[in-house]
Nanobody
Framework: QVQLVESGGGLVQAGGSLRLSCVAS????????MGWFRQTPGKERELIAA??????????KYADSVKGRFTISRDRAKNTVYLQMNSLKPEDTAVYYC????????????????WGQGTQVTVSS
């Protein structure tokens, strides 16, 4: 089992920035993909950004709505994945979840079997 703890959420004005962190612990040797998803009431959880490190180099994927504004990165030594969010918009308001798993389908919610508790991001206009 892998435990995930997110941090870094909060309230920010439109145009501002936040950096989310997700620290993994436990059987971290078993995972080679981590992702950030978000969810708002009444909507399905959606991919924001994901990173995979199986093989040579890292592979990333972003939702079209955040390309050019958000950046996912990882610190292997700290078992931590970050989501740098710039130029935030009110429509980015959501609960952001970190996920981890041994998966190649990094864009699929169902591909992940470890989830954090979520962190609220609120962007005011």
């Amino acid at each position: 089992q892998v435990q995930l703890v997110e941090s870094g959420g909060g309230l920010v004005q439109a145009g501002g920035s936040l950096r989310l962190s997700c620290v993994a612990s436990g059987r971290t040797f078993s995972i080679y993909a981590m992702g950030w998803f978000r969810q708002t009431p009444g909507k399905e959880r959606e991919l924001i950004a994901a990173i995979r490190w199986l093989g040579i180099g890292d592979s990333t994927k972003y939702a079209d709505s955040v390309k050019g504004r958000f950046t996912i990165s990882r610190d292997r030594a700290k078992n931590t994945v970050y989501l740098q969010m710039n130029s935030l918009k009110p429509e980015d308001t959501a609960v952001y979840y970190c996920a981890a798993g041994p998966t190649l389908n990094i864009q699929e919610v169902r591909a992940y079997d470890n989830w954090g508790q979520g962190t609220q991001v609120t962007v005011s206009s």
